[in-house]
T-cell receptor, first 115, second 111 residues
Framework: GAGVSQSPSNKVTEKGKDVELRCDPI?????LYWYRQRLGQGLEFLIY????????KSGLPSDRFSAERTGESVSTLTIQRTQQEDSAVYLC?????????????FGAGTRLSVL | SQQGEEDPQALSIQEGENATMNCSYKTSINNLQWYRQNSGRGLVHLIL?????REKHSGRLRVTLDTSKKSSSLLITASRAADTASYFCATDDAGNTPLVFGKGTRLSVIA
């Protein structure tokens, strides 16, 4: 079946503008994660959705960042008043989270460049 | 914060040689996983080892886990140019919690 899909694949924006990134998870996956990856670095956890539970927002770096997910479907990550430091690849992953095993399936990411 | 720390940061080998990457972590874990990331792509799951396992094999991959030393190693045997990628370890302390990733090892396999 289809994998995790993210759009856009690339986004160039001006400092101060808002951006919205989209993630379509694999159908039936109850968990959805957003990560940020700066150039040459590892993944930085941002936010986690599990079914209809309240999301774990503990990784969001500031109140300019927010995310939504309706049920077990599409999620959007919004960055308001973008700063140059927000430039990174934003990766989304989904997981069926079965049997206490959290194997994650990643999209190709959105490369955000803030000028 | 990142829990897993891979070592070395970068590794360059000839095709056919074996590649070994190490990962250290700080807290108790439930599972440890290894992922591969090709340039400009998302991560792909390679192998998972549970905290009560010591070694696991999958094709040319061999993973070991030493919970007393809080470390794991990934061995890729008979490397190929297509193995060129970044490799990350990731840990979780329970089934439904976010994974904590290390900074990765960049592997270059030269044909």
């Amino acid at each position: 079946g289809a994998g995790v899909s993210q759009s856009p694949s690339n986004k160039v924006t001006e400092k101060g503008k808002d951006v919205e990134l989209r993630c379509d998870p694999i159908s039936g996956h109850t968990a959805l994660y957003w990560y940020r990856q700066r150039l040459g670095q590892g993944l930085e956890f941002l936010i986690y959705f599990q079914g209809n539970s309240a999301p774990d927002k503990s990784g969001l770096p500031s109140d300019r960042f927010s995310a939504e997910r309706t049920g077990e479907s599409v999620s959007t990550l919004t960055i308001q008043r973008t700063q140059q430091e927000d430039s990174a690849v934003y990766l989304c992953a989904s997981s069926p989270n079965r049997g206490g095993v959290n194997i994650q399936y990643f999209g190709a990411g959105t490369r955000l460049s803030v000028l | 914060s990142q829990q897993g720390e891979e070592d070395p940061q970068a590794l360059s080998i000839q095709e056919g040689e074996n590649a070994t990457m190490n990962c250290s972590y700080k807290t108790s874990i439930n599972n440890l996983q290894w992922y591969r990331q090709n340039s400009g792509r998302g991560l792909v799951h390679l192998i998972l080892i549970r905290s009560n396992e010591r070694e696991k094999h999958s094709g040319r991959l061999r993973v070991t886990l030493d919970t007393s030393k809080k470390s794991s190693s990934l061995l890729i045997t008979a490397s190929r140019a297509a193995d060129t990628a970044s490799y990350f370890c990731a840990t979780d302390d329970a089934g439904n919690t976010p994974l904590v990733f290390g900074k990765g090892t960049r592997l270059s396999v030269i044909a």
